[in-house]
């Protein structure tokens, strides 16, 4: 059993009450004084250093929530030893930038546009996160966290989460997260999947591959119980998402099997059930469309339990991909985890699983006030975490071979995620399926996604963090 | 090339295709270029890139030194693939994103070749996962492998031992093989005098000197690059 307050609290809380997030981009600008500075954020007596936020509240909820991850030249910057650094694994080490081509990050999401601070990647060595339920507690936090002169602070991200849990694109999110075996789950996440086990999220333990173990970096004390984040700037274009949906359903609506994909009179109930304003059948198309490309109504209905019309009294979380589920093969939701589905390789069902924490950033879309002439649209994103013990094995293993290659089913082998990927326009396509057992081919799917900045962290345990800070040569 | 080529031009040109010429070249020459001009090794396998054609149909070529150096320790290894061959099947079956693997000795050698879809450590995990004792087996005889086995509880050193082991493709093109040099040195200009590409480059003799085997090219296809199970699937196989 471990010990929840040996961890850091965003491994497995979501830290819901507190929607105002951000992130901080830190450089040792002391070794020494970033020791002390390790030693007195988890010291739980030193007021002037923000207190790291374990995942044992006890009695007393923190106002605020703190959390912190490592880079690979931060562990270095902070004197790691040497025998220790050669332990972490090869994707840490390398870094996030040089691992572009298996994360798609390349044309307009290659690192070599990404802007400060991530342009200079070496230099990134602490992220720390500041979690508050007021925006001017953010403030307050950030200026304790740099009162000392220990850390240098390279730049900022700072997002909030919607009413509703809604993000950008529309869609209802945080609406699942794994859970883990012999982890008691601090806000009982809904999962409709097996416990996962407790490898899955943190070193030193058993992993969801079968008798396969992650190497812990040595001494024990500084692996264990750590895990690694894939920290993502993920810019949206929610406008070309929306006009993107309206080509979608003209074309649709054009089309001779256009009543198989929305029988007359259903627009109705798919317009009341969402709801959607000004309903008609192009509207309802246009959140078919949608539907598919997520694998859920953008009010979270899964696709596998309720292709028609949403349905908000399913279980959300609680579905699996059988031979006869009408979850698109290709939908964002089912390449990123295809469950219990059939996958060409076998022993990955299940092994991929990740915890996400994501926040919106810059303001939401407001559609009937966009296109003004002349007028930019503000940048806007989601500020992504994709947390898990093997970077290689879970993130970057979904993101090359599934998000980006399809390679687990042989019917969309050789396309891109149709939200999240790497599209180009006069290639993309997507297989919208009919109830027939045919597809509409949707094509011309541009990147709605880009990548502006990111880092692999390593998130160590509180006993790893008073480790850091007790190093001496 | 101009039309008035002198005497001492043809001279010139003949140099390299003396016998004075090669001794001079193979035993002072490239020894003397090594040391003034270290190169590293490139990486082995297949270059990275993100079009879907170039990551399906991937070449892996293991050369493995067997321990044993001796008709008995080839007879080990040849044994060794014999034992596990239902397993190996029973691997390639439920990993799912293999076409073809191949053992093979060559003198004091094992190898194994494969072409697998998707990324390199992916199809060297799933293969752990599912068939890691004929892993165990087949690198316990190797020079080296007794610090990555068991493969399961050293699945990244195991998965880095291999791509230490699998060979540099060398590009179809020169200008691609020294943008893969510069890309290892982080240089950003090509040196003009030592890269001139209408001369056997330096930079390939260096690193045909520090990587004696190397795969040529990244193997050639007759037809577009399919996954096994869309080959699978258009055959009726399942999949």
Known sequence: MVDLSDLQGN???????????????????????????????????????????????????????????????????????????????????EGMTARAVKLGDVGASAPETWPAPFNEPDRIHLIATIYAEKIEQLDQVQQHALDRNALTLLGTREGYNFNGDFVHFGYRDNIMQPRFEGIHDPERHADGQ??????????????????LFWRVPQPEVLGHNGTFNAFRVLKQDVAGFENYLDQAATDLLAHPKVDEVLPPGTETDICQALPVESPSRHAALREIVAANLCGRWRDGTPLALS??????????????????????????????????????????????RLIRRGVPYGPAYERDKAGDAGKAEPERGLLGNFIGASLGAQFEAMSCDWLNLGLQDPRITGSNDPITGTNDPDTSWFDLPLKSGGTIRLRGLPEFVNTRGGAYTFLPSLPAIRYLGSLTT | MPDNVGVMDRFVDRLPETAFFKFVAARILVPFWAW?????????????????????????????????????????????????KDAIFAGLNNVGTVHFARFVIVGD???????????????????????????????????GGEEITPCEKNVEAFIQWVHEHDLYQVPDTPTDFLRDQERLNGDKAVAPVNDDLTLLPRKMVLQLRANANVSLGSGYRAYPGYSVAQVRKQLGLGW
């Open chain 1, 11 to 93: 491994v497995l809380r979501g830290y819901k009450d507190r929607p105002y997030v951000r992130y901080l981009i830190l450089e040792v600008a002391d070794r020494n004084a970033a020791r002390r500075w390790l030693a007195a954020a988890i010291s739980g007596r030193d007021q002037e250093v923000p207190q790291i936020t374990s995942g044992d509240w006890g009695k007393a909820k923190p106002q605020t929530c703190f959390n912190i991850g490592l880079t690979y030249e931060g562990l270095r910057a902070l004197g790691t030893p040497d025998s220790s650094l050669g332990m972490f694994p090869n994707e840490f080490i």
């Open chain 1, 194 to 211: 097996p416990l996962a086990p407790l490898g899955t999220v943190l070193l030193g333990h058993k992993t969801n591959l079968e008798g």
């Open chain 1, 307 to 352: 292709a028609d019309v949403p349905d908000r009294n399913v279980d959300r979380a609680k579905f699996d991909y059988d031979e006869n589920s009408r979850c698109p093969y290709g939908a964002h939701i089912r390449r990123c985890n295809p469950r219990g589905g059939q996958i060409v390789q076998r022993v990955a069902n299940n092994s991929r």
């Open chain 2, 36 to 84: 003034w001009t270290p190169v590293k090794p490139l990486p082995g396998g297949p270059h990275p890139s993100f079009q879907h054609g170039d990551n399906v149909q991937c070449m892996m070529n293991l050369i493995m030194p067997l321990k044993d150096k001796s008709p008995v320790g080839r007879a080990h290894a040849a044994m060794a693939i014999a034992q596990h």
């Open chain 2, 109 to 143: 050698n094992i190898c194994m070749f494969s072409v697998y879809d998707g990324d390199f450590t992916n199809y060297i995990r799933d293969f752990i996962a599912t068939i890691g004792e004929v892993f165990d087996a087949v690198v316990g005889l190797v020079e």
